[in-house]
């Protein structure tokens, strides 16, 4: 199982940027499928974004599309979120997410397909 640890979160000013990392450990990384979701205060989590193990596809929440973008560095160990246009409605524990099966040929965007979990990072996104 991978280990998984998110930095990057804070508090910014609506129309501001953030980059979120996840470092991954414990297993090939390569090999998996990466995903990013949030929970808000009250809400359920939510899908963000993934990207497959090779990097060669990435799909995006409709509500994000546009804004973020997904990227991963397999040397690196290493899985991104750009997030750019930040609203208030960003605002939320972004969660990174690890695919449990190996080089799964297309995105998914259910959190059941996701086996690892790191701690979370906050993201706070000003008025």
């Known amino acids: 199982q991978a280990q998984l640890v998110e930095s990057g979160g804070g508090l910014v000013q609506a129309g501001g940027s953030l980059r979120l990392s996840c470092a991954a450990s414990?297993?090939?990384?390569?090999?998996?499928?990466m995903g990013w979701f949030r929970q808000a205060p009250g809400k359920e989590r939510e899908f963000v974004a993934a990207?497959?193990?090779?990097?060669?596809?990435?799909d995006y929440a409709g509500s994000v599309k546009g804004r973020f973008t997904i990227s991963r560095d397999n040397a690196k160990n290493m899985v991104y979120l750009q997030m750019n246009s930040l609203k208030p409605e960003d605002t939320a524990v972004y969660y990174c997410?690890?695919?449990?099966?190996?080089?799964?040929?297309?995105?998914?965007?259910?959190?059941?397909?996701?086996?690892?979990w790191g701690q979370g990072t906050q993201v706070t996104v000003s008025s």
């Open positions: 414990g297993r090939t990384f390569s090999g998996y499928a």
């Open positions: 990207i497959t193990w090779n990097g060669g596809s990435t």
């Open positions: 997410a690890a695919d449990l099966f190996w080089r799964r040929p297309l995105v998914t965007k259910s959190g059941a397909a996701f086996g690892s």
